[in-house]
Every structure is written in C-alpha cells, then in structure tokens.
C-alpha cells in the first residue's frame, strides 16, 4: 500500500517525477511510476492502488486537464476526501475542483523551502494523519463473537439487554402469609440497570462525535463575509481599465486582477458558509472578462496606436540609436508606446544618453545640442 498516489498525464513525466522524488524524500511511499505485472490490467492495477492510498495528489496542467483518467481518479479521490491538487501550468482547473485551493507550482524546480510546495505538504501530512488516526479509532472498537466490529454504545446496548434478561429469567417466588392468612404485598422488583445503560450511551457518543468531528474538520462556524467591498474592487479595475492608455498602466493592472482573483479563490468557503457563494462566482466571471479586455486593449495599443519619433540634433551629422531595440534610427520611425534607450553620439563632441518615454498615437518631437 502506498502512502500517497500520484495522478497526472503522461506528457508530464519528467516534471512530476521531480515532485515524486521530494515527496519520497519525506520518508512516504509514492504510487507514480509503475509496471503491469503478469496477469492484471493496466486498469486494475490504477484501480488498486488509488483503493489503497491513504492521499492522492493530482497534477494539473495542460495536458492532464483534458485528460479523461486524470477527471475520473480526481473524482475518486474527492468522494474520498483524500485528494490534493497542484498546478504546474497556469490552467484553469476542471469543473468540479476549481473552489479547491491548489498548491501554486509554475515555477517550483524541487526546492524544500518553496512557500507552495510548503502548503502542499501541509495539505498531505493532514490528510495521512487523519487516515491514520480512522485506523487507530477502527483497532480499538471491541469486537463480538460474530467478529463484527461493535460500537461502544451498540456494546453498552447489548450488555443492557444482557442484564434485563438474566432479570427477567429469575423464577418467582411464592408470597408468604401472614398469620390471619391475608396476603402480603409483593416486594418492589429492583429497577433495570438503565442508569448505567444512559452513562454508557452518553459516553459512547461524546467519543463518535469527537472523532467525526476530528476528521471532517469540526463544525463550521460562521464567518462573517462582506461581499460589497468585493464589488467595489471589481468596480476600480473595470475603471481603470477603461482609461488605461498605455501598456505598461494595463500590465500593471493585469497583476493587481491576477492577484485579486487568487485571493477571490480562498474566500470560497467562508463565503459558501454565509450563502454567499455564488455572488463570488460571478465576481470571479466579471474578474476573467475584465481580464481579457486587458488582453484585447493591449494588443490593440500594439498594433494601432504607434508613435513616430523625430529627433533634432546639433552637430546634424551626429549618430543616433536606439540601444533597446535591433532596428537602426530613422527619422519618424513607428515605435510602439514604452520606453526607448537613446544614444547620440559626434566625433569632438560628449556622447548623450537619454531615456525617452512614447505615449500612444502621438508623434515625438525631441532636440538635443551635444556639449564639446
């Protein structure tokens, strides 16, 4: 039986091989990389193993979220409350597993202290430990001659019966008389042993909840959750979007909603908590369109809106280039808006250089006197 079992496609071996080597560093058994022995199916031997592990690890990426075996063993996992998801490629997870949080490794290339990675074993030691506490729980309950593992409150419900039989079985006696042959009253049967049926019971209870309450996490507490504030971010980007002019503003704008989406994702589950869950899935989908007009905005500046550069220099016969790009100066020149790395350049005279910034759809008229 393996500790922890690996799903992912094909096409990512070599990177996930990585991960199974970091994971079997920590002192676990992997299930990754196998061999069909003589006599099994390579669906068999899937099936098998994915039974026995106690954590399964699902790799997103761009292969392995079209692929079909990589869906069907996530959702098993899932029913099971064993799964845990990484991303190594920027994707979009299926549906179905998109309010999981996933470990964040793009750039991860085995490092122990990497934060991600960090959360990923975190997610994993929980979910092994959970397993092996069910374990503990389950090799302590007392089992009965039909070797059926018994409760202990099912035990304490079978002693009760037990005892109130054997009470039961007791052979009345005949009433003494009383000298003037009347008769005396019957003597008060002793009370069936339900006082120490309930404390048992009682016991046996507080003992299951503490356990399922361990495993499933304890009960969920409401959280108090704003969704407003939320609205209101998503307000300012789609704003600032909108007057943006230039790439370097909407690049800066295309981090800042990366970032805030991210953090929309961790607020799934308090915010299914207050039934706010789907108010922070369409913030989520306005989150993507504004996203891509950013994608569409940028483009655009690029292709439409380029600037022409002049440049006026005193001695005329001086040298002018453009050190950031490959293409030689040429007097109104397109460019596209950014900044431009400017060397000017005389025999007899100092060379100048210059940073220059060109704006969007404009034309750059620009002088310079190089000093002796």
């Known amino acids: 039986m393996a500790d922890i079992f690996i799903s992912y496609a094909k096409e990512d071996r070599s990177r996930v091989e990585i991960l199974a080597r970091a994971l079997e560093a920590r002192g676990w058994s992997i299930f990754w990389d196998f061999t069909i022995p003589v006599g099994k199916t390579w669906r068999q031997v899937i099936t098998e193993a994915l039974d026995d592990a106690k954590c399964a690890v699902v790799v997103w990426s761009s292969a392995s979220i079209n692929s079909e075996w990589v869906h069907e063993e996530a959702e ?79 035990s304490a419900i079978d002693t009760n019966k037990t005892e109130s039989s054997e009470a039961k079985s007791v052979e009345p006696k005949p009433h003494p008389k009383a000298p003037d042959d009347k008769t005396v009253p019957p003597p008060v049967p002793p009370s069936p042993p339900t006082k120490r049926f309930i404390v048992m019971a009682v016991i046996a209870m507080s003992v299951v909840a503490g356990v399922v309450l361990y495993i499933i996490g304890g009960p969920e507490e409401k959280t108090p959750f704003e969704i407003e504030p939320l609205y209101e971010r998503v307000g300012e980007l789609e704003h600032a ?68 550069l002049f440049v006026e220099i005193i001695p ?38 210059r940073w220059i910034e060109l704006a969007a759809g404009h034309e750059q008229h620009l002088r310079f006197e190089l000093e002796k």
């Open 76 to 154: 098993e996992a899932q029913e099971r409350r064993i799964l845990v998801p990484a991303m190594i490629d920027r994707v979009k997870p299926p549906l179905g597993f998109r309010r999981m949080q996933a470990a964040r490794l793009f750039k991860w290339a085995g490092e122990s202290n990497h934060p991600e990675f960090r959360k990923l074993l975190d997610s994993i030691e929980a979910i092994l430990s959970a397993s092996e506490f069910r374990v503990e729980a389950a090799g302590q309950k007392p089992t009965g001659e039909d070797g059926y593992v018994r409760s202990e409150l099912e």
């Open 316 to 353: 005329e016969y001086a040298h002018i280039q453009i050190l950031n790009i490959d293409e030689p100066f040429q007097q109104g020149m397109e460019l596209a808006p950014g900044r431009y790395h400017l060397e000017v350049n005389a025999e007899g005279y100092k060379t100048l250089i």
């Open 241 to 308: 979007v909108a007057e943006s002019k230039n790439r370097e503003q909407l690049a800066e704008l295309s981090s800042q909603i990366d970032e805030f989406s991210h953090h929309i994702k961790e607020l799934f589950e308090p915010a299914n908590r207050a039934g706010l869950g789907s108010q922070l899935e369409d913030i989520q989908n306005r989150l993507e369109q504004i996203q891509a007009a950013v994608a569409r905005k940028i483009e655009a500046l690029s292709e439409f809106q380029k600037s022409r």
